[in-house]
């Protein structure tokens, strides 16, 4: 398990830069520096696994390994009930491999189209974050994020991106592209997994 002082500078395992203020924000207020791979020269890792948890672990260590740092990595994807939780791990190219297009709209397309009238529209987003020490540490911390909501046909909202047109919230009486940004941003999984994370972290302080 990582400990508390060993983690001032951590490498992010992404080169998306809205994940990269989502997690500073977060992460610096805990006094812990977050540096984006791509800024130490890492390149994407590949993705190659069935489980979210084994994908960040991969995307973590390839991070650490390359630059020496203790390394942050998350994976996530859309999991909807009567799909036995697809898409699921396969979220970003869940139209891809049926026909070979890799778009949000032709996600979209074929989430819509493999629920057709079914009535169970129950889904949620699901986020994993792994930190490691160091690229073959045995105890990754790790910290998962669910957020609930439906699946509905028609498109709401210009906001975020991926299925977020589509995930309807009962709660907040919005999809998550109806959202603004950071309001998003404080109640998603992703903000649910860091929770769970800094809670993780203060325990080791
Ligand atoms: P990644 O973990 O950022 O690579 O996300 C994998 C895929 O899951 C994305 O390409 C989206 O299809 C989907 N996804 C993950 N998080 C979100 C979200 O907050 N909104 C919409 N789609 C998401």
Redesign the pocket.
Known sequence: MPEANELKRVVLA?N?AG?LREFASLLNAAGIELIAQGELGVPEAE?PHAT?VE?ALAKARHASKLTGLPALA?????CVHALRGA?GVY??R?AQLACGEKS?TA?NARLVAELAGNADRRAY?F?VLVLVRHADDPEPLIAEGR?YGEVIDEPRGAH?????PH?FLPPLSAT?AELEPAR?NAV???AIALGALLGRLKELA
């Open positions: 992404s998306n994940k993705e979210f994908n998350d994976d996530s994807g859309l898409p979220s970003a869940f949000d996600n987003y986020c957020w975020g991106f991926g299925y977020d995930f998550a998003k998603s999984h992703r």
